[in-house]
Structures are given as structure tokens and as C-alpha cells.
Nanobody, 121 residues
Framework: QVQLVESGGGLVQPGGSLRLSCAAS????????MGWYRQVPGKQRDLVAT???????NYADSVKGRFTISRDNAKNTVYLQMNSLKPEDTAVYYC???????????????WGKGTLVTVSS
């Protein structure tokens, strides 16, 4: 069993910054890709950023130049640094990790419960 714990969400003014974190724990042998997704009511969940174990990154066009994804493999943690925040960034942000189990070495995706980011003046 793997658990993900997210933190760092909150209320921030336009132009401000927030840093999200997502820590994984449990029967983990290794973690491959990690990512952040966001969703607003009535809309689909969209990719924000992903990062591979080799630290190759991919960003949605809407956040390029403003957001930075990073990871700390020793802590099984992925981060999302969000700068120059805009009202349209308001959403529930979910982390996703691809875990290889320490028990059976099978790969499986896990999702965090989400953390709310509100950008408003």
C-alpha cells in the first residue's frame, strides 16, 4: 500500500507564489514518473507538469515559464513551485506518482487527495 500526502495549497494574490509538495510512503521500491494535475468544478483534470526519474520535465503551455516541477528521490517527494500566479490557476491540484512496489515489483499509479489553490485579490 502506498499513501500520498499533499501540502502547500492556500489563498494567494495574483502575482504571488506558492510551493506544493507531495510525499509518498509505503511499500516503495522506486518511483518513476511524478506529476501534478489540476481540476476545477465541471471541467476535466488537466496535466500541469511531469518529471521523470531522470528529471526530464514537461509543462502545460499555460504554466511554462511560471511553474517549476522538481523531485527529491531520497524523500519520495515531488514539488511544484508556482510563481506569477493568475486567477485562472485556481483549482484543486493533485499529485500523481508511478510506483514500483517493493513487494512484487509491479508498477502502479497513485493519486493524492488534492490541495486547493485559490488565486484572488
Amino acid at each position: 500500500q502506498v499513501q500520498l500526502v499533499e501540502s502547500g495549497g492556500g489563498l494567494v494574490q495574483p502575482g504571488g507564489s506558492l510551493r506544493l509538495s507531495c510525499a509518498a510512503s509505503g511499500s516503495i521500491f522506486s518511483i518513476n514518473a511524478m506529476g501534478w494535475y489540476r481540476q476545477v468544478p465541471g471541467k476535466q483534470r488537466d496535466l500541469v507538469a511531469t518529471i521523470t526519474r531522470g528529471e526530464s520535465t514537461n509543462y502545460a503551455d499555460s504554466v511554462k515559464g511560471r511553474f517549476t516541477i522538481s523531485r527529491d528521490n531520497a524523500k519520495n517527494t515531488v514539488y511544484l513551485q508556482m510563481n506569477s500566479l493568475k486567477p485562472e490557476d485556481t483549482a484543486v491540484y493533485y499529485c500523481n506518482i508511478q510506483v514500483i512496489s517493493a513487494t512484487n515489483y509491479y508498477a502502479m499509479d497513485y493519486w493524492g487527495k488534492g490541495t486547493l489553490v485559490t488565486v484572488s485579490s
